[in-house]
Every structure is written in C-alpha cells, then in structure tokens.
C-alpha cells in the first residue's frame, strides 16, 4: 500500500500469465536445449558422425537466438512486471534475497557469454575447448534455475522462514527439491519436444530415424522424471494448503488432474511414435506433442499460482498487497492511512488496493457483470466477506466504514435495476440468477460449502423464512436485500436444489 | 506468531553502495561502447566513411555488445530495487507502459543488431536500416531510464502525478530535470564509444580516425553539457557543491583528459582505465545527487541493516568465480589457435 497502483485494463493476472507463460517455456528449454546440444556433440564427435554434427550447428544457432534474447529479455520482462503488479511483494523477496539473485546473476552473465562463445565457436575452436564450452552454458543454466526454484518455491511453501527469517530455511524449503527435480525434468522434456520438432523436418532416412528415436528417448525420460516429482511435489506441500484446496478450489485441482492426462497422453504418443515410424514422423505430430508438452506444464504452473491463493507469499503477503503481520492495524486504523499515494477518491483508492489486483470491472475477472442486480447493503456485506466467497480470496482487512466506500464505488459502477430486467428473465431462470448472485459466490455449487443437502426438501414457507434470517445462520452469511418477485424465484429455484439442482 | 520483517537490507550500507555503483559503472561502460558505437557506425554508414570489410566486422561486435550491456544491467538495478524500492516502484509504476515498453525497444535492437551482424557476415555488408531501427530502440530505452530515474528523486511531483493519472501513461514532464542529463550520458557513450571504435578499428586508418574525432568531440560537448546541467539543479546546487561530489568532479575530469593523452600516445589500456574511472567518477556524483534530492524524504541511514554473511559469501565466491570464467572462457576463445579457419 505504500506504492501507487497501476490501473491499467488489461488485468494483472493476463498481464502475468503473458510474460511468464512465454519466458518458463524459453527458459526451461534454454537450459534442456544446452544439455540436449553437450551431449548430442559429444556422442557424434566421438563415433565422427558429420551428418549429426552439422545438424547440431544449425539447432544451436535458432537456440542461441531465442535462448541469449527471448530467454535473457523475458526474465527481465518478469522482473519488470513484477516489480509493477506486486511492488510489495517485490520489495520483500529483493530484502530477503538479494544474495540470491545476486548469485543467479553471476550465473546468467556466465551463462549467457558461454552461450555465445558455443554459438561462435563450432570452426573456431577445437572439439574440447567448444565441449568444455558447452557444458559451461549448461551448468551455469542450470545452476541459475537452482538458485530461482529457492525463491520460486518460497513463495508457496516458505516453511520454517515464517517463524525464523533465516535465509537458508526459506530458501531450502519443503518443496526446493521435488520443484528443482521436476524443473529439470521439464527441462529435458522441452528439449526433446523441441529435437523432435526439427527432426520431423529433415529427409526421411537412416538419419531422421535416429535423431527421432533418440529425441523421443529425451521427451519420455523427461516426462518420466517430471511426473514422478510432481507427485513428490504433492505431498511436500503442507497438507493444510492441499486439503484447502481440494475443498475451496476446484479449479487448480482440476488442472492438476487434467496434467497428469496430457502428461500420460504425450508419454503414450511419443512412445507409440518410436515404436512404430520414426521415418516417417511429421511436423503435424511434432507441432501436437510441442503443444501437449506446453499444456501440460502450463497446467502445472497455473495450479501451482492457484495454490498459493489469497496470499502472494504464503502465510506472509495477500495477492493484493496487504500483509499478514499488519492485520491489526489495517483493522484498527484501516487501510487508508497505509496508502501513500492518494488521487481525492477514497472509494477508487481502496478499490484498487484491496481488489484491483485480480479484478478488473469488465475484463479479467470482470466485476461490473458479475454484481449486475446487487444492491447497495449487499455489496457491501460482499465486500466484508470477502474471504468467504469462492475464489479463496484476501480477506477484507480494512473498518466497515472502507468497505462501504468500497460497496458504494462498485454501486456507482453495476447496473442496479432488478434482475429480471437485466436480463428480461422469470421463473426458474430467475431464481437461477438470483442465486449465482446472492448465494452462489460463497456457496458455489460442489465445493465444500455447498448448501444443497442442508436446504434439501424444505417447503417453500419454510425457505423463505430462512432467508429472512439469513443473516443468522452464519457469520458473515449476508441478511437477504433482494426484493419480492426476485425472492420467489429463487426460493422455486432452491426447492430444485435438493434434486441435485435438476427442475 | 511475530512474522520476519522485510524492511532491511542484508549487508553494511557501504558494501551495498559499492556493488551498486560498480555493476553500474560496468553497466554504463558496455551501454556506452554499445550505443555510441551504434551511433558512429550510423554516421560513417551513411556517408560511406569506413572500408565495408571494417563496417562488416564492427557490426559482428554488436550482438555480444548488447548481451554485455543487458547483462551487467541486472545487477545495479537489483541493488537499486533493493535500497530505493519506495522511489523506484513509485516511478516505475507511474510510467508504467513506457518502463514496460523497453523490454520490447532492447528485444528490437537486440534482433536487430542479430541480423545486421549476419548479414555482414553472408554478405560484407552492413544495413543501415536495421542498426538506425536497433539505435532507435537503445534511445528509447535511455530516454526513459533518464524520466523515470529522474521522476523518482522527485517524491512530491510523482504523488501529484499519480493523482492525476494513474493509467501508467504519465510521462516525466520535468523535462528540465533530466532533459540536459539525458544528453550528457548520450555524448558520454558518444564518447566511450569513440574509444571502443578507435581500439577495435587500431589497424584502419578509417575507424581509428572517426573514433578518435567521436572520443575527442564527444567529450568536449558531454562536458559542456554536463556543466549545463549543473547549473540548471539551481535549488540543489547549494547543498551539492557541500558534497564531496565536487572533488569527484574535479578527479574525473582530469581523468578524462588523462584518457585523452594516454590515447593520443596510444597507449590504450591505460587510456581506457582513466576513462573507466571517469566514468565511475560521474556514477559516484549522480548517486550523491540522488541523496541531495531526496533529502527531507528519505534518509540512507535509517535502513536497518541485517547482514546476511552466508548468502553473501556465497554471491562473493560466485562473483570471483564468474570473472574467473569469464577470462579463461575469453582466453580460450582469443588465443591464436592451432586449427583455427574462421567464425
């Protein structure tokens, strides 16, 4: 809070997912490319295989090209956007660990002069000079994603550093090692993808046939590694976090499962392909098990994001900024004396603070339609309850006073006539919207505070008695502020709810 | 539970302020062979002035120029994130999609210099399209290094700013605080990369001739310029004349003309360790402007400081390590080799 805040349209977490999407691939198959690069010279200088030799100049000239500027240029990228979206954030993991990354840039500068004196030094230098090369590049490569995995994976499970501080206790935590195996797996998969892709190109033949054999052989032991240490990476995250997940977010763990389904997809294919025409193996394919291999990592870190919800640094810092160990005074005084950079509008500062972060009015995450209909008493019980909608989300720290200047900035910006005219809607559809917008946001229909069973088989009179106390039937649980006709049809509607939300 | 407070930096001060300002130098010094190489190379292109073959091999340079450059300037702004993050986020987030647009301005130059340097490469020629596109993207990016660095040591200005737009579009109109200064680093690579020319380009008459005149003019205007801008902080000028900036100036121009005369003598390394210094000697009084401006906002000395000696070693060793690399990695790929053809 002690920074402005950056109201751009996009969405943060779009604006993210952008830049990292595009810098993990490149720079996981920067450093699986390097080793792919080592050992393929090493074998075809020592059987004196020409053909594989000059196959590998040209590979290590696209390698260069995307690994010394799109790989060396997006880290920064990230580093740039960070610093924009989660300048607190930022600011903490740069005090805690600027020896860190202090030592993964000396990594990177060897890294990246190595990498060019490989590129520029197949005729210049002797066979065991550009090896030695080679296997520095890879080295200093892997050794720089060794050192980002400690703060990467801090950031999910800082472990005992929440009680000590102690550098090396957040930096080792529980999940270093399962994430830094599973990285060099993905490593090494993205590399054979990759040799598996320029394969598909060269003449059918003897030679084709090798390098595919030989490249499949790359992408399954990957996968292999890599979904054994995901696995392993499972259990070392703190079961309290896993259980939470598994009841409050369906999603990550969805894309969990869904991984593990491309990931055996893409191992059964590329073994299939090996098995039965190595000669003949397309580009087509090779684009098809790029594209799985992406997804699946994707997948992977996607849920890993989503694990770490509502915090940026678990158990430390919110996804917005807020920090854990400031809970009692953003409750007493509020946030607004925390936020330095004031624009006149209390209601917008405190929006973009407390919410503006993962939420946008109508793009990503878009607000403005997702409150159509609320009223104003309402918004702000939404707003209060924050944590207890679905989505894991911060909870909303600052007084009550705040969080009615923050319901009435979301009031002056959602349409509030009624639903039906919203969406010029009756009956059950009506009861269907009404309770996506008064009850769904907390109890979204399969997760853990489901209400179906509880509401199950009740009369009609009954139902609408409870809702007018809805108000106590739980803390936080928001008193019911829809008007008549919207009231009648969801109460229709929740008599369908017993019936596994059939009519 | 008491949770672990960020608000600390893990090393003495001084430690810190010293790596700072190193990479920072080393940083400057690789962006100034870049960008007022790029900059001569424009110039004699485009009236014809240097043999192809030596505007050939100058453009192969330029891809390792830029990685050089990118690369040492991870370090200083790690440590300037580390020290100044409550200016430096500020102003960064102010002018969010013009900090966030030079990632894309150095990947342009970046593929830019790439494919100049092949083409010279396949065909003895070099284009000028391509290096003006890359001269283009390195300006950008400078510009806006100058404004925002500028806008961060202006604590009132970025506030109001930010009340007025925060859509990231803002851009520093305090033109007069760093217009002059942005000039000044722009002749100052003007004349570093005079240097740079005129030692790659030792054995062409040509080269050797525009780096010289680039080495010689440069420094003259820089200075004139710098002058300039020293007079134009009228308000800080009081308390920064108190500093010890003043001595430094007076150290790093005569260094700067040490430069000169070892040059002329030819005697390049030790040419190049007075302009180094030089250089080092501007970064020092930049950085002691930064406090000066700062004042009433923000007080060095109020860090807490908890060292961190473990990871620090670390990083030490690891340091030591890479220049140990570094040149032996060089040495490998320099020496005069047995079965050496061509790159």
């Known amino acids: 809070m002690h920074y402005p805040f950056?109201?751009?349209?996009?969405?943060?977490?779009?604006?993210?997912?952008?830049?990292?999407?595009?810098?993990?691939?490149?720079?996981?198959?920067?450093?699986?490319?390097?080793?792919?690069?080592?050992?393929?010279?090493?074998?075809?200088?020592?059987?004196?295989?020409?053909?594989?030799?000059?196959?590998?100049?040209?590979?290590?000239?696209?390698?260069?090209?995307?690994?010394?500027?799109?790989?060396?240029?997006?880290?920064?990228?990230?580093?740039?956007?960070?610093?924009?979206?989660?300048?607190?954030?930022?600011?903490?993991?740069?005090?805690?660990?600027?020896?860190?990354?202090?030592?993964?840039?000396?990594?990177?500068v060897v890294e990246i002069a190595a990498a060019m004196l490989y590129f520029y030094g197949w005729k210049r230098l002797t066979a065991k000079a550009h090896l030695t090369l080679g296997w520095i590049y890879f080295g200093a490569a892997w050794l720089s994603l060794a050192v980002i995995n400690g703060i990467l994976t801090f950031m999910l499970t800082p472990g005992r550093w929440l009680v000590t501080g102690d550098f090396w206790q957040g930096f080792f935590n529980p999940t270093y090692w399962p994430s830094l195996v599973l990285r060099t797996g993905v490593c090494v998969m993205l590399a054979g993808l990759?040799?598996?892709?320029?394969?598909?190109?060269?003449?059918?033949?003897?030679?084709?046939?090798?390098?595919?054999?030989?490249?499949?052989?790359?992408?399954?032991?990957?996968?292999?590694?890599?979904?054994?240490?995901?696995?392993?990476?499972?259990?070392?995250?703190?079961?309290?976090?896993?259980?939470?997940?598994?009841?409050?977010?369906?999603?990550?763990?969805?894309?969990?499962?869904?991984?593990?389904?491309?990931?055996?997809?893409?191992?059964?294919?590329?073994?299939?392909?090996?098995?039965?025409?190595?000669?003949?193996?397309?580009?087509?394919?090779?684009?098809?098990?790029?594209?799985l291999g992406m997804a699946w990592f994707g997948a992977f870190e996607w849920s890993r994001e989503s694990l770490r919800k509502p915090y940026i640094l678990a158990g430390y810092m919110y996804g917005n900024g807020a920090e854990v160990a400031q809970t009692a005074t953003y409750q007493r005084e509020g946030f607004l004396p925390q936020i330095t950079f004031r624009t006149g509008d209390d209601g917008a500062d405190l929006f973009r603070h407390a919410c503006r972060s993962c939420h946008t009015l109508d793009g990503y995450k878009a607000l403005r339609p997702a409150l159509a209909g609320a009223d104003r008493a309402y918004l702000v019980a939404l707003v209060q309850g924050a944590h207890l909608l679905r989505g894991n989300m911060p909870p909303f720290l600052g007084t009550p006073r705040e969080a009615e200047l923050i319901a009435d900035h979301l009031y002056q910006r959602t349409d509030h006539r009624s639903l039906a005219e919203i969406y010029r809607i009756d009956g059950l559809a009506l009861g269907r919207r009404a309770y996506d917008l008064r009850c769904g946001k907390c109890h979204a229909v399969g997760t853990a505070s489901d209400k179906a069973k509880s509401l199950a088989g009740q009369s009609a009179e009954d139902l609408s008695g409870m809702l007018d106390?809805?108000?106590?039937?739980?803390?936080?649980?928001p008193a019911y502020t829809g008007d008549a006709a919207e009231r009648k049809a969801l109460v229709a509607y929740l008599q369908t709810l017993g019936q596994g939300g059939k009519p | 539970m008491t949770l672990p407070d960020y608000h600390f930096i893990s090393a003495p001060l001084w430690l810190v302020t010293a790596l700072h300002l190193l990479t920072l130098t080393l940083h400057l010094a690789a962006m100034s062979?870049?960008?007022?190489?790029?900059?001569?190379?424009?110039?004699?292109?485009?009236?014809?002035?240097?043999?192809?073959?030596?505007?050939?091999?100058?453009?192969?340079?330029?891809?390792?120029?830029?990685?050089?450059?990118?690369?040492?300037?991870?370090?200083?702004?790690?440590?300037?994130?580390?020290?100044?993050?409550?200016?430096?986020?500020?102003?960064?987030?102010?002018?969010?999609?013009?900090?966030?647009?030079?990632?894309?301005?150095?990947?342009?130059?970046?593929?830019?210099?790439?494919?100049?340097?092949?083409?010279?490469?396949?065909?003895?020629?070099?284009?000028?399209?391509?290096?003006?596109?890359?001269?283009?993207?390195?300006?950008?990016?400078?510009?806006?290094?100058?404004?925002?660095?500028?806008?961060?040591?202006?604590?009132?200005?970025?506030?109001?700013?930010?009340?007025?737009?925060?859509?990231?579009?803002?851009?520093?109109?305090?033109?007069?605080?760093?217009?002059?200064?942005?000039?000044?680093?722009?002749?100052?690579?003007?004349?570093?990369?005079?240097?740079?020319?005129?030692?790659?380009?030792?054995?062409?008459?040509?080269?050797?001739?525009?780096?010289?005149?680039?080495?010689?003019?440069?420094?003259?205007?820089?200075?004139?310029?710098?002058?300039?801008?020293?007079?134009?902080?009228?308000?800080?000028?009081?308390?920064?004349?108190?500093?010890?900036?003043?001595?430094?100036?007076?150290?790093?121009?005569?260094?700067?003309?040490?430069?000169?005369?070892?040059?002329?003598?030819?005697?390049?390394?030790?040419?190049?360790?007075?302009?180094?210094?030089?250089?080092?000697?501007?970064?020092?009084?930049?950085?002691?402007?930064?406090?000066?401006?700062?004042?009433?906002?923000?007080?060095?000395?109020?860090?807490?400081?908890?060292?961190?000696?473990?990871?620090?070693?670390?990083?030490l060793v690891c340091f030591l390590l890479m220049l140990g690399v570094l040149v032996w990695m060089a040495k490998l790929f320099f020496r005069p080799d047995e079965d050496v053809t061509e790159a």
């Open chain 2, 33 to 315: 062979c870049l960008l007022g190489g790029t900059l001569i190379a424009l110039w004699t292109g485009a009236r014809k002035a240097w043999p192809a073959p030596d505007a050939a091999g100058f453009a192969r340079v330029l891809p390792a120029a830029t990685a050089a450059t990118v690369s040492l300037g991870v370090a200083p702004l790690l440590f300037l994130q580390l020290v100044y993050p409550r200016q430096v986020y500020a102003a960064t987030i102010v002018s969010g999609w013009f900090w966030l647009a030079v990632i894309g301005a150095v990947i342009t130059a970046y593929y830019a210099f790439y494919r100049t340097s092949f083409q010279a490469h396949r065909t003895g020629r070099v284009s000028l399209g391509l290096l003006a596109l890359a001269a283009l993207g390195l300006l950008y990016t400078s510009l806006v290094y100058s404004s925002v660095f500028a806008l961060a040591e202006q604590p009132a200005l970025l506030r109001a700013l930010y009340a007025k737009d925060q859509s990231g579009w803002v851009w520093n109109p305090a033109a007069g605080a760093y217009g002059l200064r942005w000039l000044h680093m722009v002749l100052g690579a003007l004349t570093v990369g005079g240097f740079f020319v005129s030692v790659l380009g030792r054995k062409s008459p040509a080269m050797a001739a525009t780096g010289r005149a680039a080495f010689v003019g440069g420094m003259a205007a820089a200075a004139a310029v710098g002058f300039l801008y020293l007079i134009s902080l009228d308000a800080d000028l009081g308390a920064y004349m108190r500093t010890p900036a003043m001595p430094v100036l007076v150290v790093s121009l005569a260094l700067s003309l040490a430069a000169l005369h070892f040059h002329a003598k030819k005697h390049f390394g030790l040419s190049g360790l007075c302009l180094f210094l030089s250089v080092f000697g501007m970064v020092y009084m930049r950085h002691v402007l930064r406090l000066v401006r700062l004042q009433g906002s923000f007080d060095l000395a109020a860090w807490r400081v908890a060292p961190q000696w473990s990871p620090f070693l670390l990083f």
């Open chain 1, 6 to 108: 950056w109201d751009q349209p996009i969405g943060y977490g779009v604006l993210m997912a952008v830049i990292a999407v595009f810098h993990v691939f490149v720079s996981h198959f920067a450093i699986g490319g390097g080793l792919y690069l080592v050992v393929n010279e090493h074998l075809a200088r020592r059987d004196g295989d020409m053909a594989r030799l000059a196959f590998l100049e040209k590979l290590s000239k696209f390698f260069a090209m995307v690994t010394l500027v799109a790989g060396a240029l997006t880290g920064v990228g990230i580093w740039f956007v960070i610093g924009l979206l989660a300048p607190a954030a930022t600011e903490a993991l740069i005090h805690n660990y600027v020896w860190g990354w202090a030592t993964e840039w000396t990594f990177f």
């Open chain 1, 194 to 291: 990759y040799a598996l892709l320029v394969a598909s190109r060269l003449e059918a033949g003897d030679f084709k046939a090798r390098t595919v054999r030989q490249a499949a052989g790359w992408a399954v032991v990957g996968l292999a590694v890599t979904a054994l240490a995901q696995a392993w990476y499972w259990k070392a995250i703190p079961a309290a976090v896993t259980a939470r997940a598994l009841e409050t977010m369906p999603t990550p763990v969805r894309a969990i499962v869904l991984s593990l389904w491309l990931a055996a997809a893409l191992g059964a294919g590329v073994l299939a392909l090996v098995v039965l025409a190595p000669r003949r193996f397309g580009t087509a394919a090779a684009l098809a098990f790029m594209a």
């Open chain 1, 469 to 477: 106390m809805a108000s106590s039937l739980g803390e936080g649980m």
